[in-house]
């Protein structure tokens, strides 16, 4: 397969653009054509933060409702918000550490239970993996690694072998985090 849309959620800070571009250099480190296009408004804020990645596309860079071939959601709650670009045949994975937002803790609304969030997603695609890879980046060395742990994780999905993803990988992180990344990524793709 030389072509797939992935679609990256989160929080500012997360790590939702480092991410995509890391995806988009190895695609190109492999001669495959990729677009990508990136929401980030509040991201400063923690607010959410979206990349639409599209390899081997030949037409526009935004990912459209239903036709995410994955959806990779460092956040739980931000796997719903963005549920509607994913295919019913692709797949959800997501981080199940979750950042309560402020309206939660000002009581004004719920932060749903992250199972019910899981059972929510499996309604709406073919499968969803999860697992808490925030815990893989700690486990790692850095929790800042969590986008690399969780590219790991897509890394099966991906059109991109994962030494390539791991040479885009040392190409884009300070060099004093590379082996901690790396580390991150095996962590993630074993999951």
């Known amino acids: 397969m030389d072509r797939f849309d992935l679609l990256i959620v989160g929080v500012g800070g997360q790590g939702v653009i480092l991410a995509s571009d890391i995806i988009g250099k190895a695609a190109v480190l492999e001669g495959l054509p990729v677009r990508s296009a990136e929401t980030h408004g509040m991201a400063q804020r923690g607010g959410a933060v979206e990349n639409h990645v599209r390899i081997g596309c030949k037409y526009g860079s935004l990912i459209p409702a239903g036709g995410a071939d994955c959806l990779l959601s460092m956040e739980p709650l931000e796997a719903l918000r963005f549920a509607r670009y994913l295919s019913p045949k692709g797949i959800a994975i997501i981080n199940t550490e979750k950042i309560v937002p402020v309206t939660v803790n ?86």
Do not use: H, W
């Not at 993996?129 to 690399?148: D, E, F, S």
């Open 106 to 191: 000002l009581g004004k609304v719920q932060y749903p239970e992250v199972d019910i969030i899981i059972d929510t997603m499996k309604g709406l695609c073919s499968g969803v993996k999860a697992a808490n890879y925030t815990a893989l980046a700690k486990k790692a060395g850095a929790v800042q690694a969590l986008n690399v742990a969780m590219i790991g994780a897509v890394s099966k999905y991906l059109p991109v072998k994962a030494d390539t993803l791991k040479e885009a990988i040392a190409k884009s992180v300070p060099p004093k985090t590379v082996a901690v990344n790396l580390r991150a990524f095996d962590l993630g793709r074993e999951a």
